[in-house]
């Protein structure tokens, strides 16, 4: 079997130093120096902890160059740790609070989405009820420097930004602004505050009372955000309920049972953990759903992952709604988080994770195996197009409440099968996509005819209904792509005018009305929601036996 070639190691040249220090301690031995060998080591026999600190510290006293201690013991770690699994890790104190932000569900600062467009920092919107929204800024708003410091110009980046923007809750930061229809800039002082981040993206109402709910992660809020939105739906008139988990990479554990659990009657089994020296700890539902009769549908794809597959799992098992989409990503692994001293931390898989009818849908990884590459390997091999070309593990068979058969091995398969859409896809699409040209340009119409599209349209729901993407906007779109040297395509155009006329439609929505707006206009030809929406609507609210 061919072995795809290791990634040398960024320490790599070190680990060589010490092989040729090895040799030096040889020649001293068997010369005529009097200054004897090296005193690093001790002469005991070490332990294998004893010896990746001994050796760490030779380097830092030998090595003939300067090296960060810290940040080479960093290395080693996460070397260590990677070589057990794809989900082991070790992470910085630094990398840590900015990966806990999006699960412990905030972060101290102005509130506000921004986007960094033509080297300008725009606002896209202010949270509602943040710093922000109380002092007035608005979205299209140009936010040009931060405590006398210039957030404007060529290189500017998120992190840049974020920096200036962000601070403990209660300090203030003055901001310099320039609002389209003034002359001058202005400064206004906002004091910084908690801003929440949210796990539900968009919560729509169809016409026909199907209900719609984005969750992007897994985090602390998300139960509680999901409950608040479901019931909101609820008494707008929600018969049944598609709940969007693509590209959803997962998060907290405990989220993803209660979230199932809102499903399912009391005393079904939700999931199961094990691991060598972490006994079975069993997940079941309680008295405690509060959708448990509505109609479901659940979509996945490939991006849907660990917390993701554990709900599925769940439903599926309990045969209590519909998953369609594509096969899932594979991550049956339970990391526990373990804080260092530093405020670093390790997290290590200790468990995995079971659905109940027993599964694990940890997909292969180890040697030979290129476990990041999957998704360009399920392309290949005509996944993504056909349910004939997932694979089955037949060694790992197992049945749902109802005695349908699913299998192991390697993510979870849904119960009817979507295949991605290439009809009107093409090189030029994805030109416009993938440079940003087409986001770029939905932005500038949204910035300089904001008052009037929020002056004709009453809502997101009504500039859906009714605004049209002109042929003059089109070919408006042609001339800046080609300023942007994306080479224009007449057939690629004529072929994905319609996927391109959404995409500006729908950005415009997100920029005049945000998160909403945008997907309320995707799902008119998502062929995933409206393969959902129509079998929840013809009454097939289980999978056939």
Same mark, same amino acid.
């Given at each position: ?49 004893? !010896? ?40 910085? $104190? ?45 979205? *299209?708003?140009?936010? #040009? ?78 139960? %509680? ?48 953990? %094990? ?26 794809? %490939? ?11 769940? #439903? ?8 369609? *989409?594509?096969?899932?990503?594979? !991550? ?50 005509? %996944? ?25 091995? *390697? ?70 792509? !080609? ?9 690629? $155009? ?10 500006? !439609? ?40």
């Amino acid at each position: 079997m061919y072995e795809q070639p290791r990634r040398p190691s960024p320490f790599y040249p070190a680990l060589i130093a010490l092989s040729l220090v090895a040799g030096l301690f040889i020649g001293r031995d068997m010369g005529s120096s009097s200054s004897g060998p090296l005193k690093v080591f001790n002469l005991r026999q070490p332990s294998s902890s004893d !010896k990746i600190g001994q050796v760490i510290d030779l380097i830092d006293a030998q090595y003939v160059d300067t090296v960060e201690k810290n940040a080479l013991v960093d290395e080693v770690l996460q070397d260590l740790l990677q070589r057990l699994d794809p989900h082991s890790y070790y992470i910085s $104190a630094a990398e840590l609070r900015a990966a806990q932000e999006p699960l412990e569900g905030s972060f101290d600062g102005i509130g506000v989405e921004f986007a960094i467009q033509q080297d300008t920092v725009v606002v896209i919107s202010p949270v509602e009820g943040g710093p922000s929204a109380a002092v007035g800024i608005r979205p *299209g708003d140009r936010i #040009v420097k931060a405590n006398g410091e210039l957030l404007a110009g060529i290189g500017i980046t998120n992190d840049q930004v974020m920096k200036n923007l962000r601070g403990p809750k209660g300090s203030e930061v003055v901001v310099e602004i320039l609002r389209r229809g003034k002359a001058k800039p202005f400064e206004v002082t906002i004091e910084r505050g908690k801003i929440p981040i949210h796990s539900v993206a968009a919560t729509i109402l169809d016409d026909d009372g199907t209900g719609y709910i984005k969750l992007v992660r897994f985090a602390k809020n998300t139960h %509680e955000e999901f409950v608040n939105a479901a019931q909101r739906l609820k008494e707008q008139g929600m018969k049944r309920l598609v709940l969007d988990l693509r590209g959803n990479g997962g998060g907290f554990l405990n989220a993803a049972i209660d979230l199932s659990d809102e499903f399912l009657p009391s005393g079904r089994a939700i999931v199961y953990t %094990e691991g060598r020296n972490s006994p079975r700890q069993d997940a079941d539902a309680t008295r405690a759903g509060g959708f448990e009769d509505i109609a479901l549908a659940i979509l996945v794809d %490939e991006g849907s992952a660990s917390a993701s597959e554990i709900v599925a799992g769940a #439903v599926q098992d309990n045969d209590r709604g519909l998953l369609v *989409g594509r096969r899932t990503f594979g !991550k049956g692994l339970v990391q526990e988080h373990v804080p260092l001293p530093d405020s670093s931390a390790v997290r290590i898989t200790t468990a995995r994770y079971y659905t109940p009818s027993g599964r694990s849908i940890q997909r292969p990884y180890g040697e030979g195996i290129d476990y990041m590459e999957d998704f360009e390997a399920r392309a290949s091999h005509g %996944e993504l197009l056909s349910v004939d070309s997932i694979p089955k593990d037949s060694s790992q068979v197992f049945k749902t409440l109802k005695g349908r058969t699913v299998y192991g091995g *390697g993510g979870v398969v849904p119960d009817i099968f979507v295949p991605a859409d290439t009809l009107e896809t093409s090189a030029y699409l994805t030109d416009l996509f993938f440079s940003g040209a087409l986001n770029q340009f939905a932005f500038n119409v949204a910035d300089r005819e904001r008052q009037t599209l929020q002056t004709r349209y009453s809502s997101s729901e009504d500039f859906a209904r009714r605004y049209q993407v002109s042929t003059e906007l089109l070919t408006e779109l042609e001339r800046f792509a !080609k300023k942007e040297g994306i080479e224009h395509r007449p057939a690629d $155009a004529a072929r994905s005018r319609e996927q391109i006329a959404m995409r500006i !439609k729908a950005g415009i929505a997100r920029n005049v009305w945000g998160d909403d707006g945008y997907y309320r206009i995707l799902l008119q030809k998502d062929r995933m929601y409206l393969r959902a929406r129509d079998e929840l609507a013809a009454g097939r609210t289980t999978p056939a036996n």
